[in-house]
């Protein structure tokens, strides 16, 4: 499925591992999607911890989906998540999911997501278990498009990352594997899209707003631009 035939999202939010705070910016980040008609957020919302979403609910027009504690130490709301988006699925009006949670629980509902060829992002705590990470199409942090989000007020700097260890060596393993022209540059895009491709990779966990910036950021690499398309040659 193209990019452009990406028109009907769906957002599920597993309300009790997750935070209110970052529905702001994870709605602008699947914006790259489509527009996000389907919007449900899931948990007891009976419970003092659940407290603040109903303001949040109302704010984003997500609908809360209330599901009571059948028995101690059983998750009702996972299995209704799933069945809600197993249900999407088969009737096939969805084109792409965005998943809130920092529960490992739902990396078998992603994949079966996936295999139909629905592009998911996931969202999530930094602890979130890199099972569920890596079967997502992108996995963003929540804290970090939460700061992302504060940071954009005139005048604040942005915390860029120093881009190191697994991330410096997936960036080299991709641009190896881009094609390259005789001067040894690669399309900065095809880059992108081939560490995509190798893990739920995303610039936003980092502190960068765009692949360009990260790039630009590393002493090692050259960023040009030829008319409209930006490429990147290593220097050493």
Wanted: neutral net charge; contains cysteine; charged residues 25%.
């Amino acid at each position: 499925m193209s990019d452009t035939a990406l028109r009907n999202i769906a957002l599920l939010i597993d309300a009790d591992n997750t935070s209110p705070q970052a529905i702001d910016p994870v709605l602008t980040v699947m914006a790259e999607l489509g527009q996000v008609n389907i919007r449900r957020a899931y948990g007891n919302f009976a419970k003092d911890n659940l407290a603040k979403w109903d303001r949040i609910t109302n704010k984003f027009g997500i609908r809360p989906q209330q599901q009571f504690d059948i028995s101690k130490g059983k998750n009702a709301t996972d299995m209704a998540m799933t069945i809600d988006a197993i249900d999407l699925l088969y009737q096939g009006k969805v084109d792409g999911f965005g998943i809130m949670t920092s529960d490992s629980d739902f990396t078998p509902l992603v994949t079966r997501l996936r295999q139909d060829g629905i592009l998911v992002y996931g969202f999530g705590e930094k602890k979130t278990p890199e099972a569920f990470q890596a079967v997502c199409t992108r996995f963003l942090y929540i804290d970090e498009l939460i700061a992302s989000n504060r940071d954009e007020a005139p005048g604040a700097p942005v915390p860029n990352k120093p881009v190191v260890g697994d991330l410096h060596e997936l960036i080299l393993a991709a641009y190896r594997e881009a094609k390259r022209d005789d001067e040894g540059y690669a399309l900065l895009q095809q880059v992108g899209q081939i560490a995509g491709n190798r893990s739920s990779f995303d610039v936003r966990n980092y502190g960068f707003k765009r692949l360009s910036d990260l790039f630009a950021s590393l002493d090692n690499f050259k960023v040009e631009r030829r008319d409209s398309q930006l490429y990147v040659k290593r220097l050493r």
